[in-house]
């Protein structure tokens, strides 16, 4: 199948959120002890939450990716309801680690920052497999 305008949306969604997730690694990465490394890193996590709330909202819209997958393959809506919830648990999670920057410890910080960083990856590798299953795979026949 050809790329539809809701699967190049979500490519672009994508590279936004990889390219927000690079500046959070990067600003946590930076020396804790400079005083702006909480400022930093709260401010690469606002970066983050955007680009995962935009990337949501693109995927989630009426006609959007998982409105297109559910139309094409509809075995996988339960896999699609599942991203949906860790959607939300994500973006949860991205704002409480952002609202706790420069009243944490810096190595609790980074210790969560790492987790949110870790639940995008897997997030994204699960998005990932469900579009391969969606759009690569066909499962007819006996082979």
Same mark, same amino acid.
């Not at 790329?3 to 990067?26: N, S």
């Not at 983050?48 to 559910?70: K, P």
């Given at each position: 199948?050809?790329?539809?305008?809701?699967? !190049? /949306?979500?490519?672009?969604?994508?590279? =936004?959120?990889? &390219?927000? +997730?690079?500046?959070? #690694?990067?600003?946590?990465?930076?020396?804790?002890?400079?005083?702006?490394?909480?400022?930093?890193?709260?401010?690469?996590?606002?970066?983050?939450?955007?680009?995962?709330?935009?990337?949501?909202?693109?995927? !989630? /819209?009426?006609?959007?990716?998982?409105? =297109?997958?559910? &139309?094409? +393959?509809?075995?996988? #809506?339960?896999?699609?309801?599942?991203?949906?919830?860790?959607?939300?648990?994500?973006?949860?999670?991205?704002?409480?680690?952002?609202?706790?920057?420069?009243?944490?410890?810096?190595?609790?910080?980074?210790?969560?920052?790492?987790?949110?960083?870790?639940?995008?990856?897997?997030?994204?590798?699960?998005?990932?497999?469900?579009?391969?299953?969606?759009?690569?795979?066909?499962?007819?026949?006996?082979?």
């Amino acid at each position: 199948m050809d790329a539809t305008r809701a699967l !190049e /949306a979500a490519k672009k969604r994508r590279r =936004e959120l990889a &390219e927000a +997730a690079a500046e959070v #690694e990067d600003a946590a990465a930076r020396p804790k002890s400079s005083p702006d490394w909480p400022v930093a890193v709260a401010a690469a996590l606002a970066e983050l939450d955007d680009a995962f709330r935009t990337h949501c909202d693109e995927v !989630e /819209a009426d006609g959007g990716l998982f409105d =297109e997958i559910v &139309e094409e +393959a509809p075995r996988l #809506e339960g896999q699609i309801s599942e991203l949906r919830r860790r959607h939300a648990e994500i973006a949860c999670e991205i704002e409480r680690v952002r609202t706790r920057c420069g009243r944490l410890d810096p190595d609790d910080i980074r210790t969560q920052v790492a987790s949110v960083l870790g639940m995008l990856s897997r997030h994204r590798q699960q998005e990932s497999d469900l579009v391969w299953e969606a759009y690569m795979v066909d499962i007819g026949g006996w082979s």
